[in-house]
């Protein structure tokens, strides 16, 4: 606000304000001014409508959808800045200025990928030496925040706990190859329709906060539906041959659980198995979640059907003209999906269809978002119950390209 009322007091009273901030420019950026102004024309071009630009959206929080043409040109620039300043003030602002794109080409670098039985980036080695020496750089110039509610420590401390090589596990089919982390929360991190080559679950944003331990198909256990979940270890317990692993799961909240991840031998199909047993000495209150984050594709066409539980159908459009590209709806009682629900594309298929056993499920929701990159996320909640210690609880759900 403060800026629009300075142009607009600056526009009524004649002032040139272009040659205004090519002036501050100078002052501020020296001899250096002229490539920083071309940089800020190139970032500028990104989100300008055609022609004269692009007409990105450059969404908050995600690592910027810049394209190659602007991180290549900007690179050149900022290199060509800094050997154009007159001294080493007007140095430091043009090297302050970059980090800013020395931090996107930071954040891409922390992709994880598959590869060899490992989950990591591709350069693990090389991705450490540079984030180091982009602490040094950020510290120098006294930054003590890279985003909100999250100081300069905490950042440190998340990258060094996890960003780092996790093992696969991988179940196979004709139809299906599915990758798991047991180390990872025990989720699916993968899970790939062979007769397209597509993943199906949504790929994860490197610059996303809990990277990588997030997204994916995984389970969770809660004290209700609102907390947050309880703090879980999983391991791989035993092998079932290609198609079916099983994983431990055990906590300090008094519970332990066993997981069973099983494909068809053939079929693009995914069962799941999951009981907890309270271990404790006084009763636990305990509710399960099973949670698939999707790619829905083209999110604009996007369509999660279902027949209610009272009889009702349910067509829910994610995408609505002047409505915002992201929601959340939870569903229970008689508005609960009849023991299945689909996610397609607007008259196309083929379609996810997710199955669970209505007597298991007390609750679901379903939450999406258009915003980079899209997902569509799929949460079925078993029935909440007290456990007293040998009791145990029982969710199944099934996954299926059909």
């Not at 910027?64 to 290199?79: E, G, K, V």
């Not at 790929?203 to 539906?225: I, M």
Request: with cysteine.
């Amino acid at each position: 606000l403060r800026s629009y009322i300075m142009a607009k007091l600056l526009w009524d009273t004649g002032v040139n304000v272009e040659k205004l901030i090519e002036e501050f420019h100078e002052a501020y950026y020296g001899k250096a001014a002229g490539l920083m102004r071309e940089y800020f024309e190139l970032l500028h071009g990104e989100v300008r409508m055609p022609p004269r630009g692009l007409g990105k959206h450059i969404w908050i929080y995600g690592v910027p959808d810049y394209s190659d043409h602007f991180l290549h040109n900007a690179r050149d620039l900022f290199q060509r800045a800094e050997l154009a300043a007159e001294n080493q003030a007007v140095r430091s602002r043009v090297q302050k200025a970059r980090l800013s794109i020395d931090y996107v080409d930071l954040l891409q670098s922390m992709r994880f990928e598959v590869k060899d039985g490992q989950y990591s980036p591709s350069d693990l080695q090389g991705l450490k030496a540079r984030f180091e020496g982009f602490l040094a750089g950020v510290r120098r110039f006294g930054i003590t925040e890279l985003h909100e509610d999250s100081k300069l420590a905490e950042d440190e401390r998340l990258f060094r706990t996890n960003v780092k090589s996790y093992r696969v596990e991988t179940l196979e089919n004709p139809s299906f190859r599915i990758d798991v982390a047991p180390e990872l929360s025990g989720r699916a991190i993968r899970i790939i329709d062979k007769r397209t080559g597509r993943n199906i679950l949504r790929r994860l944003d490197p610059g996303e906060f809990e990277n990588p331990d997030t997204g994916g198909l995984a389970l969770f256990v809660s004290p209700d539906f609102y907390s947050s979940s309880y703090e879980t270890m999983w391991q791989l317990e035993s092998r079932g041959g290609p198609r079916q692993l099983t994983l431990a799961g055990s906590s300090g909240k008094g519970f332990k659980l066993r997981r069973i991840l099983r494909l068809p031998t053939e079929g693009a199909a995914l069962d799941t198995e999951t009981l907890l047993e309270a271990t404790g000495a006084v009763p636990v209150e305990v509710v399960l979640q099973s949670r698939f984050e999707a790619d829905p594709g083209n999110i604009d066409d996007a369509l999660v059907a279902f027949r209610r539980q009272d009889g009702s159908l349910c067509e829910k459009r994610l995408i609505q003209p002047d409505e915002q590209p992201s929601g959340l709806e939870v569903y229970s009682g008689r508005e609960l999906p009849d023991g299945q629900w689909r996610l397609l594309p607007v008259g196309k298929k083929p379609f996810l269809l997710n199955l669970f056993q209505k007597d298991q499920v007390e609750r679901s929701s379903l939450e999406w978002n258009a915003r980079t990159p899209h997902r569509v996320t799929l949460t079925v909640w078993s029935n909440k119950r007290i456990l007293a210690p040998g009791e145990r609880l029982e969710l199944k759900t099934s996954y299926r390209i059909e």
